[in-house]
Each structure stands twice: as C-alpha cells, then as structure tokens.
C-alpha cells in the first residue's frame, strides 16, 4: 500500500511538471543580466538604442518637406522612379500611352506618414536659386523654410508640404547631414 502511495504522489508531483510554464519574453532588463563588464544601467541604455525603429536608413533619399526648424526636419517619404522603373509604373496606369512619362520621371505618394529626424548642426542645405532654374544656392539650414516660403510665393503649395519640389536627404546614422531640392523640368 505504501508502494501504491508513493507511486500515486510521484505520478502526481510529475504530471504538475509536464505543464511547462511559458518562457519568459526578453526585455532590455533581460540584457543586463547577461555576464558583460559593463555597468548594467550602459547596457540597459544600449538595448534601448538598438531596438529603436530606425526612421529612415542611411543613404539619399527622395521627400516632400513639411517642416524645418530648430534642428529637425519633417517630411513625406516620396518614390522618385526615373529609367525603366518609372517606365513600367507608366505603363500600367496609362495603358493608352505606353510611350512612358514625360520627362521620364514619376513621384509616388501613397503613403501620407510624416516622419521627424535630426539634422546635424553643420548639415549642407543646396536649394534652386529661383524654380524653373538650374543654378543651386547654398542656404543655411536655419533658413531654409523662410528661403522655401519665398520661392514658392504664389504658387499653389499642398499643405502639409512647404515647396513644391521635392527635396533629397542625406542621412548618416539616423542624422540628416544634407538637404537637395530636386530640379523638374
């Protein structure tokens, strides 16, 4: 009997086992725990900085402006297809005239999301001396929305947008390090 009775206590001490509990998820405070010669509030703070989305990577690229000031830029990603890739797009919505686009360029804007970056304090800003040129101006970035507002006096500006040509950015880790308006013909 007392055999019976062990074996029913260690049948039912091990059927609680075999319910295994969830692994625990991984947080930032699971990374100090982790055998580091760093102090764990650096490598709490090191997690946290790994694991920001990243709001645009680095290399150039194509935006609407809708905001410039006190060291940050806010703008609207733009797909700017020029060659064949442009071609094909054209192709597509307009099969009437498969000839392509003019000037062989097409801007997309499907998505309206605004994004924010820093801009680095000794950021390049080129600018077209007046539109419909090709002459570029050097403008100091913490004038570049007063130059922008005056060039595109009179002309019909799509808020949230503040110049009607796009505009290249340059970023280097997650920096804005350069700012290019776009000539269209």
């Keep these: 009997m007392r055999r019976v009775c062990v074996a029913a206590l260690l049948v ?17 405070t699971a990374v100090t725990t982790v055998a580091t010669t760093e102090p764990a509030a650096t490598t709490a703070a090191t997690a946290a900085t790994t694991t ?12 609407y402006l809708t905001k410039v000031a006190a060291g940050t830029v806010t703008f609207d990603l733009i797909e700017f ?6 071609k094909a797009l054209w192709k597509k ?5 498969p000839d392509g686009p003019p000037n ?7 998505n309206p999301k605004l994004r924010t ?17 090709v002459d570029m101006t050097t403008v100091p970035c913490k004038d ?14 799509t808020p949230p947008h503040i110049a009607v040509l ?16 776009q000539f269209l013909p």
């Design 93 to 97: 919505e307009h099969p009437e005239n």
């Design 81 to 86: 297809l020029t060659g064949d890739k442009a």
């Design 104 to 110: 062989d360029y097409i801007i997309v804007n499907e």
């Design 166 to 181: 796009p505009f290249w950015l340059t970023v280097e880790d997650g920096t804005v390090v350069r700012f290019e308006e």
């Design 117 to 133: 970056l820093p801009v680095a304090a000794d950021a390049d800003c080129r600018a077209l001396e007046t539109l419909g040129g």
């Design 12 to 28: 039912l001490a091990t059927a609680g086992c075999d319910k295994a509990e969830p692994a625990p998820t991984t947080t930032a």
């Design 52 to 63: 920001a989305p990243v709001v645009l990577g680095d290399g150039r690229h194509p935006v």
């Design 144 to 157: 570049l929305a007063a130059f922008l507002k005056k060039q595109n006096e009179g002309l019909d500006v």
